[in-house]
């Protein structure tokens, strides 16, 4: 294992703030918290706390997603249905582009996709129904689609493809992780694959070839981890769109000797991704290559980066690289943002 070391950060005020997610934009490093703030921090000098801090009023936070990376554009949405489009660049009074409203209950997930001019939201389950929204930002008053029938239960994850934006990953504690064409409304029709894998905590496409023209890409890779900790690779391109795993590492507990999965980061040059998984009992969080080798698609235990102490005894919530600048960045259950470098 190679280890890395703290090198800079910042802890909340208040002994019950959570982070909840950190996402690297241009003009910094954003991060929702427990507190409702959504704050704007530069990266390199995170101990001396947020360049801004927007009091959001969703409630509570559920969900933040990056709309444009090159922009510093963060849209969020909250437990009383509503979104909000943010651009970090501006003072915090005047930070908020867009305000969406309705009286579809709380909204648990969100996915944008600035190629679309879309944003999705999920929502909690409610009077029998859980339900997709999805609106162009161009003209948001109502949503241009929704699909009240894909899922059965609380929607917890959202994603457009990276390069086909039309199609939409989803999951839910139903068990169901689906993808769908947006372009078809009948939802009978509109459903392309659909995979049976066990309440869904987090999911998202893992790597793709095929153009944004193409609505079935030649490889469609998705992983879905559950609420107890189960992980898996799907292919869902034509032909493949159901059925058995192509990698099926079940309870990853005992297989990597940690308690629960954080998240899962897509690596931008396209070469697999990073799991990330930790143990409160030893105060641990590791960094673990997910990779197409000769054998297949596995995870790359000869690799490993563990960040030893993490965030004590209590969850990392949220995690990304800057892989350039060989820092990792992790926030948690602790109130703490922190940068991991190696050591000397």
């Known amino acids: 294992m190679y280890p890395l070391v703290p090198s800079d950060g910042f802890k909340y005020p208040g002994e019950d703030t959570y982070v909840l997610d950190i996402l690297p934009v241009a003009t910094g490093l954003a991060a929702t918290a427990s507190d409702q703030t959504l704050s704007l921090f530069d990266p390199f000098r995170l101990s001396q706390g947020p360049i801004r801090k927007i009091t ?3 409630g509570n936070i559920k969900a933040a997603n990056v709309y444009s990376g090159l922009n510093s554009v963060i849209c969020t ?16 009074a005047s930070a908020r582009a867009l305000q969406i409203e309705g009286n579809q209950p709380g909204l648990l997930s969100l996915s944008c ?5 879309a944003l999705v939201a999920g929502t909690e389950l409610a009077n029998h129904q859980a339900s997709i929204l999805i609106w162009d930002l161009r003209s948001p008053q109502t949503p241009k689609s929704q699909y009240h029938e894909v899922h059965s239960d609380d929607v917890t994850e959202l994603a457009f493809h990276p390069s086909a934006p039309h199609l939409l990953l989803s999951g839910s504690t139903d068990g169901l992780v689906n ?10 029709e509109a459903v392309q694959a659909t995979f049976n894998h066990g309440s869904v905590h987090k999911a998202g496409f893992l790597s793709s070839s095929g153009g944004s023209g193409d609505s079935s890409p030649s490889t ?12 898996a690779l799907y292919d869902a391109a034509e032909g493949t769109g159901s059925g058995a795993p192509m990698l099926d590492l079940g309870d990853v507990r005992p297989v990597l000797g940690c308690q629960y999965i954080a998240g899962v980061v897509a690596k931008v040059d396209g070469n697999g991704a990073v799991v990330g998984v930790g143990a409160q009992d030893q105060q641990m969080f590791q960094l673990i290559h997910l990779a197409n080798g000769p054998g297949g698609w596995g995870l790359d235990r000869d690799t490993v980066v563990g960040l030893p102490g993490a965030h004590g005894s209590e969850l990392v919530r949220s995690f990304c690289f800057y892989d350039e600048q060989q820092v990792v960045f992790t926030a948690g259950e602790d109130g703490c943002v922190k940068a991991w470098r190696p050591g000397n």
Not at 223 to 230: I, L, P, T, V
């Open 56 to 58: 959001t009023d969703h």
């Open 77 to 92: 949405s909250g437990e009383n249905g509503t979104v909000s489009v943010w651009d970090l660049r501006a003072d915090p």
């Open 113 to 117: 996709s600035e190629e679309s001019n």
């Open 179 to 188: 993808v769908t064409d947006t372009r078809i409304a009948d939802e009978d």
């Open 220 to 231: 469609m890779l998705l992983y879905a981890a559950s609420h107890d900790e189960k992980f």
